[in-house]
């Protein structure tokens, strides 16, 4: 097969493939199909501001509920030995608590199981119903505490705000593009147990549908900071803006990646973002400046002591940090559509189809475009063969998840396949390598792809 300078040279739009071309006329096209196959999946913005923009605007997240959820995990604590810790009366008795409030609310709730240190430990996801399953946007908190203390800023705190959030989603009849999933994480403090389990437990293609995970780790810290995680730029700057909205200043989250429940997702390459309002780090001069408190103490001087109590919160901090959570999860959750463009990239090169053989495909690169493919991905199949119904044809997406164009009919005999479908493909970057997959499962009639083409 010749790969000549026509594969994927962008009919309507070549400024934003000249590159491609000119990678392809050196011979680099399979370098440059390398490279972009493996680069770090993002939570694809999809209006070219940076950002995505949601249909509806969160709404606030009332303080006082997430204070009634921190109360009931204090009283919890107290009249279970002290703490909610992995393995002991108090961690199952928060899961109750939050999965009640949750099911009354109309939440799937799951509760999953695994074992540490000889105990029996829990996380309970909660699925909202609805919203596309192959785009699933995903927020947790850890549930459990150290054995030292009730744990309410740690993480109380976070737990209390997706709560407050989920249960916000149903008093909204929220009907996002995404699909809605929380975690309650368990064992957190013992190494990241719970969210580590999951992650490890997940099929790799349910894997790929997440999105977006989001950690709320300490976010009412008594001496606060205004902390966003350094992560996946989209999730990361949608927290900035509201915070930048509020004339809020916030500053990156330092204290190490691998702290918290998102590790194990960023380590499954799922982008991650968060915030946290600081724990046993000192606050500085300069950011007792920005942020009032005390320079010189740490953000939370109870952070894993028996003083983690109910009034180790700052109750504005933990407001925000809660609306911000809101913020994120509605404007992250909706994928706005974008008008038809009609660029269209194309590779006219043939590829033959070897006869009841082995899958084939014909590759257009895309490059230069902002967010995701269109819910309305037309895609070009100029196919020349003798028996159509031996083929079986699919979409290929950068990521490698495949859309099925047409299957095989031993009754469809007619010459050729040439027509244009339409792929709902909003839930794909739309930059990278896009393959047309096909296969001729019948012997004896054969043919190649004549052309392959994507229009945005
Ligand atoms: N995960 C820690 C705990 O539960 C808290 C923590 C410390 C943290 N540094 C962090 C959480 C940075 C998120 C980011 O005890
Ligand atoms: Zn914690
Ligand atoms: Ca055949």
Same mark, same amino acid.
């Given at each position: 097969?010749?790969?000549?300078?026509?594969?994927?040279?962008?009919?309507?739009?070549?400024?934003?493939?000249?590159?491609?071309?000119?990678?392809?006329?050196?011979?680099?096209?399979?370098?440059?199909?390398?490279?972009?196959?493996?680069?770090?999946?993002?939570?694809?913005?999809?209006?070219?501001?940076?950002?995505?923009?949601?249909?509806?605007?969160?709404?606030?997240?009332?303080?006082?509920?997430?204070?009634?959820?921190?109360?009931?995990?204090?009283?919890?604590?107290? &009249?279970?030995?002290?703490?909610?810790?992995?393995?002991?009366?108090?961690?199952?008795?928060?899961?109750?608590?939050?999965?009640?409030?949750?099911?009354?609310?109309?939440?799937?709730?799951?509760?999953?199981?695994?074992?540490?240190?000889?105990?029996?430990?829990?996380?309970?996801?909660?699925?909202?119903?609805?919203?596309?399953?192959?785009?699933?946007?995903?927020?947790?908190?850890?549930?459990?505490?150290?054995?030292?203390?009730?744990?309410?800023?740690?993480?109380?705190?976070?737990?209390?705000?997706?709560?407050?959030?989920?249960?916000?989603?149903?008093?909204?009849?929220?009907?996002?593009?995404?699909?809605?999933?929380?975690?309650?994480?368990?064992?957190?403090?013992?190494?990241?147990?719970?969210?580590?389990?999951?992650?490890?437990?997940?099929?790799?293609?349910?894997?790929?549908?997440?999105?977006?995970?989001?950690?709320?780790?300490?976010?009412?810290?008594?001496?606060?900071?205004?902390?966003?995680?350094?992560?996946?730029?989209?999730?990361?700057?949608?927290?900035?803006?509201?915070?930048?909205?509020?004339?809020?200043?916030?500053?990156?989250?330092?204290?190490?990646?691998?702290?918290?429940?998102?590790?194990?997702?960023?380590?499954?390459?799922?982008?991650?973002?968060?915030?946290?309002?600081?724990?046993?780090?000192?606050?500085?001069?300069?950011?007792?400046?920005?942020?009032?408190?005390?320079?010189?103490?740490?953000?939370?001087?109870?952070?894993?002591?028996?003083?983690?109590?109910? &009034?180790?919160?700052?109750?504005?901090?933990?407001?925000?940090?809660?609306?911000?959570?809101?913020?994120?999860?509605?404007?992250?959750?909706?994928?706005?559509?974008?008008?038809?463009?009609?660029?269209?990239?194309?590779?006219?090169?043939?590829?033959?189809?070897?006869?009841?053989?082995?899958?084939?495909?014909?590759?257009?690169?895309?490059?230069?475009?902002?967010?995701?493919?269109?819910?309305?991905?037309?895609?070009?199949?100029?196919?020349?063969?003798?028996?159509?119904?031996?083929?079986?044809?699919?979409?290929?997406?950068?990521?490698?998840?495949?859309?099925?164009?047409?299957?095989?009919?031993?009754?469809?005999?007619?010459?050729?396949?040439?027509?244009?479908?339409?792929?709902?493909?909003?839930?794909?970057?739309?930059?990278?390598?896009?393959?047309?997959?096909?296969?001729?499962?019948?012997?004896?009639?054969?043919?190649?792809?004549?052309?392959?083409?994507?229009?945005?």
């Amino acid at each position: 097969m010749n790969l000549s300078s026509r594969s994927s040279i962008p009919v309507g739009r070549r400024r934003a493939a000249a590159p491609v071309a000119v990678l392809a006329a050196a011979g680099l096209l399979a370098t440059a199909f390398t490279s972009t196959a493996g680069a770090a999946p993002t939570l694809q913005d999809t209006t070219g501001a940076g950002a995505t923009v949601a249909a509806v605007a969160a709404p606030d997240i009332p303080l006082a509920n997430v204070k009634t959820h921190l109360n009931q995990l204090a009283s919890i604590a107290a &009249s279970n030995g002290g703490n909610r810790a992995h393995g002991r009366p108090g961690y199952k008795a928060s899961v109750d608590y939050v999965r009640s409030k949750l099911d009354a609310a109309g939440f799937t709730t799951t509760l999953q199981q695994f074992t540490s240190g000889g105990a029996t430990g829990y996380n309970l996801i909660a699925d909202w119903p609805g919203g596309d399953a192959n785009q699933v946007l995903f927020a947790g908190a850890h549930l459990d505490s150290v054995t030292s203390g009730a744990g309410i800023n740690d993480n109380g705190s976070g737990s209390a705000g997706i709560l407050e959030t989920a249960l916000a989603v149903s008093r909204a009849q929220y009907k996002p593009t995404r699909h809605l999933r929380f975690a309650w994480w368990g064992a957190e403090e013992l190494g990241l147990i719970g969210s580590k389990y999951y992650v490890n437990n997940l099929p790799s293609t349910e894997r790929s549908k997440i999105k977006g995970y989001l950690n709320f780790d300490m976010i009412g810290s008594p001496n606060p900071g205004y902390f966003v995680y350094d992560d996946d730029p989209t999730i990361e700057k949608t927290f900035k803006d509201y915070f930048a909205a509020l004339g809020v200043p916030t500053e990156i989250e330092t204290e190490g990646d691998g702290r918290s429940d998102h590790a194990p997702f960023k380590n499954a390459g799922i982008p991650v973002g968060g915030l946290f309002s600081g724990a046993d780090y000192v606050k500085t001069a300069a950011q007792a400046q920005k942020w009032g408190g005390t320079a010189g103490q740490a953000f939370d001087r109870c952070y894993h002591s028996s003083c983690d109590s109910i &009034s180790n919160v700052n109750d504005t901090a933990l407001d925000r940090n809660s609306d911000a959570a809101a913020h994120a999860i509605w404007t992250l959750s909706e994928t706005s559509t974008q008008p038809p463009s009609g660029d269209t990239y194309e590779n006219t090169a043939d590829v033959a189809i070897p006869d009841n053989g082995a899958a084939v495909t014909s590759t257009v690169t895309v490059s230069g475009r902002t967010g995701n493919a269109p819910v309305a991905l037309k895609v070009g199949v100029d196919i020349v063969h003798t028996y159509r119904g031996d083929l079986v044809i699919g979409l290929v997406a950068p990521d490698g998840s495949t859309y099925p164009l047409k299957n095989s009919s031993s009754s469809d005999s007619a010459d050729n396949v040439q027509t244009t479908y339409t792929v709902d493909a909003s839930g794909e970057a739309a930059n990278g390598a896009w393959k047309l997959k096909v296969q001729d499962i019948a012997a004896q009639d054969t043919g190649y792809v004549n052309a392959f083409r994507l229009t945005f």
